[in-house]
């Protein structure tokens, strides 16, 4: 397969963007309600009497809002083949109904495998922003990508 | 407001355990293909030309029906007021359709709030295990709780 991005193309400091995705109160429930039913994300007036004062989108949801926009930006013309895991995410700033958020993704780190010479590890930092650039959540994760030409 | 789990209920060692959630095929395409349309994820005839052989979960679904079913084994009827964030994340063993999750969560420290005495604050490693009792997910969370009563 013929990839656009693959490990040779993820170098320290290159930054990606995309965006943006507008999530409606709606969009916000139907998530909330299947999976993270707490009252601050599934009941726009019960949320008003908690410390967040009104209808927040659960944290997993903006997870997932991040992840499509990862999706769109690059990942999908990748030779991405998964990830062991992801570190230190923030829930750094509420999302609520009709916020716009958009991505980005800085590379941090980048390590050809030693156990699979057609491999390598990437690190980055994936930050969702809202309409006003606050970021929202923050992330650092390590993905595995085929590499171009095997050495 | 009355509820069942307070801050002073979450004492490190102790073990919440639920479930069980299964996964169907159309389950694990229709969250991907909102959330996270990579091949593996979407598309069970492509995943089988992939290192995982076929049809896998989204590492973030596998995040929320965690979320989920610690939502209904405590969450939901406990003080929780949110969470700063996670760590460790780790996508330990694939999760495939008909798979039959369950939860564990095992608190790993707590203490008081120092700049709101009303509040505290709880560490949990939270774990999904499938229906071979492999742990295919595992992370640590930190969330804050009202207390009971105010010291």
């Not at 969009?27 to 309600?33: N, T």
């Not at 509420?94 to 030693?114: A, C, G, I, N, Q």
Request: proline residues 7%; neutral net charge.
């Amino acid at each position: 397969m013929d990839f656009r991005y693959c490990w040779e193309d993820f170098t320290p400091g290159r930054v990606f963007e995309h965006g943006e995705r507008r999530l409606s109160e709606d969009d916000i429930l139907r998530f909330a309600r299947e999976w993270d039913p707490q009252r601050y994300h599934t009941d726009p007036l019960l949320a008003k009497q908690t410390p967040f004062g009104g209808l927040i989108a659960s944290g997993w949801q903006s997870c997932a809002v991040l992840m499509r926009l990862m999706c769109d930006a690059y990942l999908n013309e990748s030779s991405c083949v998964g990830s062991p895991g992801i570190d230190e995410i923030r829930f750094l700033h509420p999302v609520r109904p009709e916020d716009s958020l958009r991505f980005r993704s800085t590379v941090l780190e980048s390590s050809p495998s030693r156990s699979r010479p057609g491999r390598g590890s990437v690190v980055f930092r994936w930050e969702l922003l809202n309409q006003d650039a606050v970021v929202v959540l923050s992330m650092v994760g390590r993905q595995f990508y085929l590499r171009r030409a095997s050495p």
